[in-house]
């Protein structure tokens, strides 16, 4: 995972923040022109006769092209608003992505760091165990009933 990382966290941050927040944008935008051009070519009206008063609302809103125009206007918007602060960033996400591959080698020339978020993962085990095996006998411990078993039948015990 380390190698993985030193040689591919450059392509993958620059593909994460590109793909989270310039494409879904423009997703959005994508869909929400696409639900406009279809409100506005649609000419007949649906009978909502049946719906409840939430269904109704939704309806309304969900099909008023107006909505769906203002939604399309928004998020290209903010895609360009997005595009235009990471060409500003560029040099900053350039270094940082830069930091992670330096940070990956160091990691991987010190053997011994690896090893040692197992000792802390061993220790939560045996708390955990601990735990588990004191609730267990509390919960063993309730009110304390005697009974005889295989008494004498004539005798009072």
């Given at each position: ?133 004191v609730g267990s006998f509390l919960l063993s411990s309730r009110i304390q009933q005697f009974h005889v078993i295989n008494g004498c039948g004539e005798?009072?015990?």
């Amino acid at each position: 995972w380390i190698g993985l990382l030193s040689c591919c966290s450059i392509p993958m941050v620059w593909m994460s923040i590109i793909g989270s927040t310039i494409g879904v944008s423009i997703g959005f935008g994508v869909y929400s022109y696409t639900r406009f051009h279809h409100l506005n070519q649609l000419t007949e009206i649906k009978d909502d006769i049946f719906l409840t008063d939430f269904e109704r609302v939704s309806t309304a809103i969900t099909s008023n092209k107006h909505f769906w125009l203002t939604l399309c206007i928004v998020f290209s918007s903010l895609a360009v608003v997005l595009s235009v602060i990471l060409c500003c960033c560029s040099k900053r996400i350039l270094i940082a992505t830069e930091m992670i591959s330096e940070a990956s080698n160091a990691v991987r020339d010190i053997g011994g760091c690896l090893l040692f978020p197992l000792l802390p993962f061993l220790l939560h085990l045996i708390i955990v165990a601990w735990f588990l095996v004191v609730g267990s006998f509390l919960l063993s411990s309730r009110i304390q009933q005697f009974h005889v078993i295989n008494g004498c039948g004539e005798e009072n015990c």
